[in-house]
């Protein structure tokens, strides 16, 4: 169905929201129809999330009206919008980590006798049905990023909604699932109802999208259906410039770099993993006998569909969880059994795939989450010299991009995406640095952000310091990395030159042949 056709099934009319003297939205004129997929566009910090949760009652408007199915709009909580018929995916996890999936999607949805087995069954019915697996009966703690989200979009599904609102709902799936994820978005509209979309992925709104809106600075600055759209023009609506591809952009920004100081003297090995093992608590090897080693000034890309152990790896080179067997080493340093503190005391910068869970206390500010592993550095006598912590934290944002309206804002109410440009700076500035591991360093960012993100890293890597990237995009790690590993299943099964001619052979040895 085009959705140019359809009726309007959400209208926004004027709508604008203020945090005390931030304007994060203003103005915002948008019609969604019934049978069709909007996709929102904006760099981080744009205003996408907040209109989604204005549409979704967690915030109230402070300027402007709504219409849903065809009545006023006015949700005063998340449950309304629910038993209106909206249903949303939050770019940050809502799930219990204790709890098993089944028991995450029982609450609020199950009252009465509690007949386990038969939600289960249907959990498991539903995620076949959209073409990936789910096993309700896994601890959400102990599942990957990819398979957290997968449950958030069966939890949400589950509800059959009028209108499905997807906060970044890709950021985290390996490439193998996320068209499937896209034709469940296909087949909803199809069905008469209405999808928003927030992604920064071009080639999704290319494939899904029946229109497209445009955020920048908290307002809508362009709106047009997909058909004859030019994406080059979407982009430059969205950051304001024209972008470069990132290969051709990375390489003008080593052209324009000074070139790095000669070492005093020839280095070992920045990152050595030696058989690093991980068993689960069912014996259940998640990697099996991890060998891998990182020259000082190198970037390896580590490349591999999600859940085949790379969170395991990201766990324990952090210092957050012990390998069933092998070593690591950081230069000099063995930190096999040292913990996250001596990681970063040994020169290594840990930028994890979760930054909720792991890498930042949400309810600080910018400032403090900024410098976490240097707060010694501004306490004096015992007491935080804040006006020194918020002077040093604002040149950091400057130099990273992270965009918040001053230091002192709570982290929690920062996007996604400069959430992760906080945390990057955070790691990149350790001193001494002299290795980074970087899992999903660009999760959730535009495409501008990812540019700025690789920059920073590769000038890392010109200082001297051995980089391991962790991702599941591989046209980044092409145009990224010196060389590519391969995990599969655990092992590492290959490894190959970051070409773009290697391409067919990386994704062979990512799905497990000749391996």
Not at 77 to 90: C, F, K, N, Q, Y
Not at 419 to 425: E, G, Y
Request: proline letters at 5%; a negative charge; charged letters at 20%.
């Amino acid at each position: 169905m085009d959705g140019s056709t359809g009726s309007p099934l959400l209208s926004l009319q004027g709508l604008g929201k203020r945090f005390g003297t931030l304007q994060a939205l203003e103005g915002i004129d948008l019609e969604v129809a019934a049978g069709s997929v909007l996709c929102l566009l904006g760099e981080n910090g744009a205003g996408k999330s907040t209109l989604c949760n204005l549409i979704f009652g967690v915030y109230e408007p402070s300027a402007g009206t709504m219409t849903f199915d065809g009545a006023p709009w006015s949700p005063r909580s998340p449950a309304e919008a629910l038993d209106r018929g909206i249903a949303m995916v939050h770019q940050h996890f809502s799930l219990v980590p204790r709890m098993t999936v089944v028991e995450n999607l029982m609450l609020g949805q199950v009252s009465g006798m509690l007949k386990r087995h038969e939600f289960g069954a249907r959990i498991r019915d539903i995620a076949e049905s959209f073409g990936f697996t789910l096993d309700p009966d896994a601890v959400v703690g102990e599942l990957s990023v990819g398979e957290r989200q997968r449950a958030e979009i069966v939890k949400c599904l589950m509800r059959d909604p009028k209108l499905l609102v997807l906060d970044e709902p890709t950021a985290v799936l390996p490439p193998g699932e996320i068209g499937a994820l896209l034709d469940i978005c296909r087949r909803v509209a199809d069905s008469g109802r209405a999808v928003i979309m927030v992604t920064h992925k071009l080639a999704e709104i290319a494939r899904v999208a029946d229109r497209v809106a445009v955020l920048r600075t908290g307002r809508k600055v362009a709106d047009e259906s997909m058909k004859g759209a030019d994406m080059g023009a979407l982009v430059h609506a969205m950051v304001g410039r024209e972008l470069r591809p990132l290969d051709v952009a990375l390489a003008e920004a080593d052209d324009g770099a000074p070139p790095a100081a000669p070492a005093a003297e020839p280095r070992g090995f920045a990152l050595v993993c030696d058989g690093l093992t991980v068993h689960d608590r069912h014996g259940a090897v998640r990697l099996d006998n991890f060998t891998l080693e990182i020259r000082p000034g190198e970037i390896v890309g580590l490349a591999g569909v999600e859940g085949n152990g790379q969170s395991e790896l990201g766990m324990v080179l952090a210092g957050l969880q012990r390998p069933t067997e092998g070593r690591f080493y950081i230069g000099n340093a063995e930190l096999t059994h040292a913990g996250a503190a001596a990681v970063t005391a040994a020169g290594g910068g840990i930028v994890p795939e979760d930054r909720h869970a792991v890498a930042c206390v949400t309810a600080l500010s910018v400032a403090e989450n900024m410098y976490l592993n240097k707060l010694p550095q501004f306490t004096r006598w015992g007491l935080l010299q804040r006006r020194a912590l918020n002077a040093a934290a604002a040149v950091q944002m400057k130099t990273f991009d992270v965009r918040a309206a001053n230091p002192e804002v709570a982290f929690s109410g920062l996007s996604g995406g400069n959430q992760q440009k906080a945390v990057l700076a955070r790691e990149l500035t350790l001193d001494p640095l002299v290795a980074l591991v970087a899992a999903q360093p660009t999760r959730g960012l535009d495409v501008s952000a990812v540019e700025a993100v690789y920059r920073q890293i590769r000038a890392a890597a010109r200082r001297g310091v051995g980089v391991l990237l962790i991702s599941s995009e591989l046209d980044e790690l092409i145009a990224v990395a010196d060389r590519i590993a391969v995990l599969y299943r655990g092992r590492l099964v290959g490894e190959r030159p970051a070409q773009p001619t290697e391409r067919p052979a990386i994704g062979a040895l990512m799905s497990g042949q000749g391996a």
